[in-house]
């Protein structure tokens, strides 16, 4: 559920980068733009540009979670342990983003969105290093090599 949310948001960033009139002109404005930041020129371009560079990153780690997904559902060797790793860090990055919204004054809207992504990640890594889930893929280890023997 979560790959499908942020694949969501990479496609609406993609096209928001595709489209700039589609986003706000206040999105990325100061940041990705050699106009000055109180500077009404370039912003859809920076706006574009920051929407693009979401797109790429979220995109990526879209793709390579779908990957991961696919291999656990196969219980391939190598699944779990990128699941452990990348599910690890991507619930350890969207804590660690979240906190400065809910130290904001008013706390930011999204910074709860954050802590709960955060909380689902560390959620699938417990269920990766669950007992049931090691014995699963142990039992499937033995079935392909008994399978090749």
């Known amino acids: 559920m979560l790959t499908v949310s942020?694949?969501?948001?990479?496609?609406?960033?993609?096209?928001g980068a595709l489209d700039p009139d589609?986003?706000?002109?206040?999105?990325?404005?100061g940041v990705l733009s050699a106009a000055p930041a109180g500077s009404t020129a370039g912003a859809g371009g920076a706006a574009a540009n920051a929407s693009a560079i979401i797109a790429v990153v979220i995109g990526a780690v879209v793709l390579l979670s779908a990957i991961?997904?696919?291999?656990?559902?196969?219980?391939?060797?190598w699944a779990r342990e990128a699941g452990l790793v990348i599910y690890?860090?991507?619930?350890l990055v969207a804590i660690a983003a979240s906190l400065g919204g809910l130290a904001a004054d008013p706390p930011?809207?999204?910074?709860?969105?954050?802590?709960?992504?955060?909380?689902?990640?560390?959620?699938?890594?417990?269920?990766l290093l669950a007992p049931a889930t090691s014995r699963d893929f142990k039992h499937r280890l033995r079935q392909r090599a008994a399978e090749i023997l």
């Open 108 to 127: 930011a809207p999204s910074a709860w969105l954050g802590v709960f992504t955060g909380l689902a990640n560390f959620t699938v890594v417990g269920l």
């Open 68 to 77: 991961i997904i696919i291999g656990l559902t196969f219980r391939g060797e």
């Open 6 to 15: 942020f694949a969501y948001i990479a496609v609406e960033s993609f096209l």
């Open 88 to 91: 690890g860090l991507l619930g």
């Open 22 to 29: 589609r986003l706000d002109r206040n999105f990325g404005r």
